[in-house]
């Protein structure tokens, strides 16, 4: 059985892109699903100067909305998972951040004010 190794290069203009090595001289069958669906477009080139194949992965913007949208990168014929990726979008997390945010500057005020009373204490 062969061992696939697939790796991330970058997410550019909706296009996620990687590396795959291990798979041999023939095109591997990717499969990339989102909720169970397969996603179209996905494109696999042979890279002789990587020693491998470049994956490009168009993502459809219809799938982009609210929340957290992941998308599974597999092995058609194993079934076996090579990579994933997910993209976050919307207002809910802005509001968790904004939340993070307030936590954070709680810490601080606290920090600052046991700073200062250490400083107070030892002069």
Not at 36 to 58: F, M, R, S, Y
Not at 97 to 104: F, H, W
Request: glycine content about 8%; some cysteine.
């Amino acid at each position: 059985m062969t061992t696939y190794t697939l790796t991330k290069t970058r997410l550019y203009a909706g296009i996620w892109e990687g590396v795959l090595t291990g798979a041999g001289t023939d095109a591997p069958q990717l499969r990339v699903t989102h909720l169970g669906e397969a996603i179209d477009g996905v494109e696999v080139k042979e890279a002789k100067e990587l020693k491998g194949w470049l994956v490009h992965v168009p993502i459809p913007a219809n799938l982009m909305s609210d929340g957290v949208q992941t998308f599974i990168i597999s092995d058609e014929k194993t079934g076996m998972t090579l990579n994933s990726f997910a993209l976050l979008f919307g207002e809910v997390l802005a509001e968790d951040i904004r939340a993070e945010m307030g936590l954070l500057r709680e810490e601080l005020d606290l920090l600052k004010s046991a700073f200062r009373r250490h400083c107070v204490e030892t002069s």
